[in-house]
């Protein structure tokens, strides 16, 4: 990421905006593909869009003040879950009671410039491949791992988005036949064993198998949240760290699946979940490497994301728009 | 698929070849993508590759005294599994005894032309999507369902390879943790339930498991067929019919997970399996839709190629050859 080449025209900006299901990012990117300014607020996901809007347009206000005199916004790019770039809708995302809304119509009524949505989990594999631990890399796949489980895929170059932007339901591939209830409908969803509420689902399986002491025993299931097991993992917490070993497991099981079907050459994990870090991590990598077809063993790199929450998010979207706006090229020589 | 286009020209062709694992077929097509001469020879995958090349050399020797005088063969291009595009060889085809073998330099020992080599799936792919079921579709899936289970993936109108030309093992997905052993070393691999011999596997699982007559109690593993399995299924036997219904169900339920992946609008399924017709098809569609997460189950359409075997690589194989040689705008005006 370049630290400075936007200083020489600082009045064109693009804004790029991460909507996350705890928290939102609002990020100006200069035309060098610098992160100016930045802001963050709760999205509130449990309330409608129509209350979100106006609070995402004060944070945009706000941040606009501290640009330098003379500065030009040129774009603002949404990523978001569930977005539909096609109309410019974003359609149910799961864990917002949103439903369907036409949030650039919304941002329209307060924002005089073109205004664009893509999903989230490919504005992060943008992200990650132009500056992230992906740099330069073609071929990636990007799994975020939050509340659900989104993904991300680059083939060649350019976004897998399937025939209706649905492509990279990762999350909804059936891990274990007749398994767990999803939040779906359906049942051994992977979703359902490797995300937030999945750790926490096996948390409580193994509170019940075992009869190992935790001071998990002392949490309802409604209390539960993934980061206390991450909380209590780290203080050794028996349970705790088998619920992490557990949850590796199903991630390295179902990465060696994708892999077979996409043959990438790096994924990228991001997300809440990976500050669980090697507890998770390590896990994963072993249940990978001995699930993963032979062919594949040596030639797929399972990297994690060092960007900032949110900030891939809103570079990636950012670096779309201004390839567009200016020629490519020179981001790509400003590179340091 | 034009059927005159080429008189016109008789004398340019290109030769497509489709290696198999029983039978290999050669086919000369005209530069209007008409085939024009065909002809058919056992593969004897059990021997080695050095003496497959005579083989298909006299073949096409003949096929080739059959061509109007002044007719010049342009292309020889040759669909093979486990072809790699990139250097012309072929690396260790399943159930073959070739190894790793350079084929198209061995092939050019004898031919004076331009000869290209790639990947079986993808050559039936890009015909079923020129001349078959997919025609003018341009995110679809291709599952080759035959001794082993090939694919090949059209995103966006694009062949997706992955980053080593190795995308697309569906077969070796897991689906049953910790089933079935498969011949690449792993337990539950798709493959080792919907394939030829998956098929066998099945029926003998399902002779153990019942009680039910059938007249396949009377054959050995080793001289059990899924051939003889669809046979004796379309006379009635319920061990027969029971086991197409098993593969068919796995069959459905891995289709599920790949629509998650890819968000195809098509899937075409062909291949020796497809032969058994709906006693597969039909359990296959059923398994298929009450496994799919539901915003994907009407976006999708389950096809069954009605290319001739072998026919539809020949013809893909070509049609991309061809589109180098000539203006592909050519070929798709020129089409009924």
């Not at 995402?56 to 569930?82: F, W, Y």
């Not at 895929?153 to 398994?179: K, N, S, W």
Request: with cysteine.
């Amino acid at each position: 990421m370049t630290t400075d080449g936007g200083r020489e025209k600082p009045g064109d900006v693009v804004i790029g905006v991460d909507i996350g299901g705890t928290n939102s990012v609002v990020g100006f990117v200069n035309e060098a593909g610098t992160l100016l300014l930045h802001g963050r607020f709760p999205t509130m996901a449990h309330r409608s869009a129509g209350e979100f809007v106006p609070r995402l347009s004060e944070v945009i206000g706000e941040l606009k003040q501290e640009l330098p005199a003379g500065s030009r916004v040129r774009a603002i790019v949404i990523a978001s879950p569930a977005a539909n770039a096609r109309n410019g809708t974003v359609d149910n995302p799961a864990n917002f009671k949103w439903g369907r809304v036409d949030l650039v119509g919304m941002m329209k009524k307060t924002f005089d410039v073109p205004i664009s949505i893509m999903n989230d989990s490919d504005a992060a594999l943008l992200g990650e491949t132009r500056y992230g631990v992906a740099q330069g890399l073609t071929n990636v796949l990007l799994i975020t791992l939050g509340t659900g489980l989104g993904a991300g895929i680059m083939m060649d170059g350019r976004l897998v988005q399937g025939a209706h932007g649905a492509a990279g339901e990762f999350g909804h591939m059936t891990i274990i036949p007749g398994g767990r209830q999803c939040a779906c409908g359906r049942r051994g969803c992977v979703e359902s064993y490797v995300s937030a509420s999945g750790i926490c689902r096996t948390t409580f399986e193994l509170l019940e198998q075992s009869r190992e002491e935790s001071s998990l025993r002392d949490l309802s299931f409604e209390t539960l949240t993934a980061e206390k097991v991450h909380q209590c993992a780290v203080k050794g917490d028996p349970i705790a760290k088998a619920a992490l070993e557990e949850t590796g497991k199903s991630l390295g099981m179902m990465l060696a699946n994708i892999v077979a079907a996409f043959d990438p050459e790096a994924i990228v994990l991001c997300g809440g979940l990976v500050n669980a870090g090697e507890l998770l991590i390590a896990p994963a990598r072993k249940a990978f490497e001995s699930n993963v077809l032979e062919r594949y063993r040596s030639t797929v790199s399972i990297l994690v994301s060092r960007l900032n929450n949110g900030q891939a998010a809103i570079l990636g979207a950012s670096c779309q728009v201004l390839d567009t706006l200016y020629d490519n090229s020179y981001i790509k020589e400003t590179q340091p």
